[in-house]
């Protein structure tokens, strides 16, 4: 008799399986945006395309132009998230060791979930769906949700794939030291810093929190979002400074973008919400990040 644990475990290793839960998230979501965001308009669905496609590249083009307009504040923001990354590299191998030794205890059906989700054909899989949905039943807050799962997945994916191959860092299944580098590498046992995995799974549940008030909606969001990137660390492709910095540079990326959108559309994302508000906390023989809601 098929248990339940087998029954998951099989259903989660199809990729139809993982089709079926994206778009389950999406009617979902789609749902909870009906009330007043969607409105009849006189544009044409091409026309719609074109503009938000436009958005997707000057989204990206608006993230990477950050820095270089970054007060004070931003800046010492930028310093706390090198400072906590710097600290997590500190307890990369024992964090190695232990995660790995947890290995086996993981349920399988979560270890194929945290592959199938990061991995690049379905998280644009999900985008995709997001999008062409707010799309053709002309729901503007849907359409804007997909502009921004699009342009901050592509905006972070590229910056990780450039920053991959130029780091060239040794991943921990290689067997070398946390503190092996060889730049620009082909191999991909070198593409360890920081992760993909992560950054498109982290990148999609912070993108779609932002569609909900309540804090323990966004928090479940947030934790789906970050076993793929967790268990990266359980398959030893991935050091924890790696995945630390992913999820960072997700948040900083979706927060970049979601800004230069609120200029493009009239909807608004609980625009009368105080925003998220991230912040790293250090303490004797831990490191953490607090969320305030």
């Given at each position: 008799m098929q248990t339940l644990t087998d029954w998951l475990r099989k259903f989660t290793s199809s990729k139809k399986s993982i089709f079926f839960l994206l778009v389950l998230l999406i009617i979902s979501t789609h749902g909870y945006s009906q009330d007043k965001n969607s409105h009849a308009d006189d544009k044409t669905t091409w026309q719609h395309f074109t503009y938000d496609m436009g958005n997707?590249?000057?989204?990206?083009?608006?993230?990477?132009?950050r820095p270089f307009h970054w007060d004070k504040k931003s800046w010492?923001?930028?310093g706390g998230v090198a400072g906590g990354t710097m600290l997590l590299y500190t307890i990369d191998e024992p964090a190695k060791t232990y995660f790995e030794d947890q290995k086996e205890d993981i349920p399988?059906?979560?270890?194929?979930?945290?592959?199938?989700?990061?991995?690049?054909q379905n998280n644009y899989m999900l985008t995709?769906?997001?999008?062409?949905t707010g799309l053709f039943t002309k729901n503007e807050k849907l359409r804007r949700t997909g502009v921004l799962l699009i342009s901050s997945a592509s905006a972070?994916?590229?910056?990780?794939?450039?920053?991959?191959?130029?780091?060239g860092r040794a991943r921990p299944r290689t067997g070398e030291q946390k503190n092996t580098f060889i730049p620009f590498s082909d191999d991909a046992d070198y593409h360890s810093f920081p992760s993909g995995h992560t950054i498109l799974a982290f990148t999609n549940a912070y993108a779609i929190a932002k569609q909900f008030k309540n804090p323990w909606v966004k928090a479940g969001i947030y934790t789906v979002g970050l076993v793929p990137g967790i268990s990266r660390l359980?398959?030893?492709?991935?050091?924890?400074?790696?995945?630390?910095?992913?999820?960072?540079?997700?948040?900083?990326?979706?927060?970049?973008?979601?800004k230069y959108l609120d200029s493009k559309?009239?909807?608004?994302?609980?625009?009368?919400?105080?925003?998220?508000?991230?912040s790293l906390s250090f303490g004797p023989g831990t490191v953490g990040v607090v969320v305030h809601f």
């Open positions: 997707v590249f000057g989204g990206m083009g608006y993230a990477y132009s010492l923001t930028f399988q059906f979560i270890r194929d979930y945290g592959w199938y989700y990061g991995s690049p995709g769906v997001v999008y062409l972070a994916g590229l910056l990780q794939q450039v920053s991959k191959y130029t780091f359980w398959e030893g492709a991935h050091w924890l400074s790696d995945v630390g910095l992913s999820v960072a540079i997700s948040i900083f990326t979706v927060e970049a973008i979601d559309y009239d909807e608004k994302y609980n625009s009368k919400q105080k925003k998220t508000d991230w």
